[in-house]
C-alpha cells in the first residue's frame, strides 16, 4: 500500500485510507466508479475509465479455518466486554474487489483467543460479525489475541462479499518471534501495526476475487527484473534494511524472513517499502 504513493501516485485506497484517517468523507468519485486513482496523477493523461486492478494487488490468501470457529456470533464489531483484560486493538480497513473498487454489504466474521491464548468455544467471547459500509470500509475493537501452543499470534476471519464464496483466512502482526517458526504463517497476511498510546492501531485491506463492472482483469504477476547483484530471489535470507531491485524499482526491507514465492515486494508492505 505504501509502495505505490513513493512513484507518485496517489491510489484508491491510500485516498480512502487518509479519508477515513483523518475523519473526512469519502469523496463520492471513489465509491462507485472505476476510476483508479493513477487517474489522479497529475499531469498523466489517462481513460477515465481504467479497468484493471494496477496498485499491485492480488486476491487475499486464504488459510486454514482452524478447531474453533463457531458460526452465529454476535453482531458487533466491538469485541470488548466490562473488563476485558488485554493490549487494545484496533483493526481497520478495506474490502475490495479484483477491480479495486469497494464491496460494501461484505461480511467479515473475526475470531481470535483471549490475552491468555484461549478461545472461548462455549460462548462467544472475542466473536462477532460485521459488514462494511458503503465505502467498502471495515472497523473492529478488540484486544491483541494471546499467544497458545504451536502458532504465532493472529486473528481468525471469514470475509464474503454478497452472494459470493467465503474467504476463510488469519491476519498476523509484524515482529512476532513466532512468525518465523508457524509453518502456518504467510507474509502477504501481516497487518501494518502501531503503537497508539499503548494500544495498537493495526490496518488490512482484503482483496476478494469479485468481478467487478467492467470486469475482473487479473493483476499479471510481475517478472522479476534479471540484473545485478541485489535482484530479489526467492530463497534469500533478507535482514531489516537489505536493498534489492524487483522489476526494475528499489525496495527495503523492513523485517528479515527468507523471500518465498508471492512474497515479492509489491505484493508484501509489512515486508518491503519501495525506496
Ligand atoms: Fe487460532
Redo the contacts with the bound molecule.
Sequence with gaps: MDSETSTGHVTRKAVLRAAVAAGMAVPTVLMGVPALARTLDPGVTEPALTPECDDGDHPTVAQIE?P?FKPNSPLRSSLLEAGTPGVRLTVSGYVFGRACLPVSGALLDFWQ?DTNGAYDNTGFRFRGHQFTGADGAFRLTTIVPGLYPG?TR?L?VKVQAPGRPILTTQLYFPGEPRNNTDSIFDARLLMTVRDAGGAREAAFDFVLDVPQTPGPNPTPTPTPTPGPGGSWAVGTAYRAGDAVTYAGRGYVCLQAHTAQPGWEPPTVPALWRAV
Design positions: 482452524g474453533y483467543a502458532r493472529h481468525h
